[in-house]
T-cell receptor, first 111, second 107 residues
Framework: DAGVTQSPTHLIKTRGQHVTLRCSPISGHKSVSWYQQVLGQGPQFIFQ???????GRGNFPDRFSARQFPNYSSELNVNALLLGDSALYLC??????????FGPGTRLTVL | RKEVEQDPGPFNVPEGATVAFNCTYSNSASQSFFWYRQDCRKEPKLLMS???SGNEDGRFTAQLNRASQYISLLIRDSKLSDSATYLCVVYTGKLIFGQGTTLQVKP
């Protein structure tokens, strides 16, 4: 069975641009969560979606938004990129809410 | 104060050693507890869930102490392949990760 997939794997953007990251959950999982991980730190929660509804939001500015589609895949959008947005963006899927399985991540570099 | 605190290490141990990691959490309403393993520049992988009764998976033993709000992970007979960062995670409606503890197992 396929695990969580994310695209693209790497991305380079410049300040002020916007970016869209994509995630497909494990088959049968209806919940998708997004995390940001900067070097040397643990992942930080951004959003959780379940059945296309936002179930939780972390302490991130409104430049960050997400949505979940009827097939349970998800997109994370970040507008007006800042240098500090450079990080590994991780998507996790779960059948319930707590036991989550991560995709390989998208490494975003903002120049 | 961080919601989940871990000693970042690094812990440098020889092969075959027993090593223990602890972490503390601040939210007494935390519902579920996990250890994840993360290799360099890879995604976190679920190692094990943690229960108050303690649970064991091969060389790995995890324990939860709700009264003291700490979680432990014991690795016996360390292998070179155990070298990684171990993330302590609590669920409070969202996953809260500790900073991670780096383990380096030397030959």
């Amino acid at each position: 069975d396929a695990g969580v997939t994310q695209s693209p794997t790497h991305l380079i953007k410049t300040r002020g641009q916007h970016v869209t990251l994509r995630c497909s959950p494990i088959s049968g999982h209806k919940s998708v969560s997004w995390y940001q991980q900067v070097l040397g730190q643990g992942p930080q929660f951004i959003f959780q979606y379940y059945e296309k509804e936002e179930r939780g939001r972390g302490n991130f500015p409104d430049r960050f938004s997400a949505r979940q589609f009827p097939n349970y895949s998800s997109e994370l959008n970040v507008n007006a990129l800042l240098l500090g947005d450079s990080a590994l963006y991780l998507c996790a899927s779960s059948f319930g809410f707590s036991e989550q399985f991560f995709g390989p991540g998208t490494r975003l570099t903002v120049l | 104060r961080k919601e989940v605190e871990q000693d970042p290490g690094p812990f440098n141990v020889p092969e075959g050693a027993t090593v223990a990691f602890n972490c503390t959490y601040s939210n007494s309403a935390s519902q579920s507890f996990f250890w994840y393993r993360q290799d360099c520049r890879k995604e976190p992988k679920l190692l094990m869930s943690v229960y108050s009764s303690g649970n064991e998976d091969g060389r790995f033993t995890a324990q939860l102490n709700r009264a003291s709000q700490y979680i432990s992970l014991l690795i016996r007979d360390s292998k070179l392949s155990d070298s990684a960062t171990y993330l302590c995670v609590v669920y409070t409606g969202k996953l809260i990760f500790g900073q991670g503890t780096t383990l380096q197992v030397k030959p």
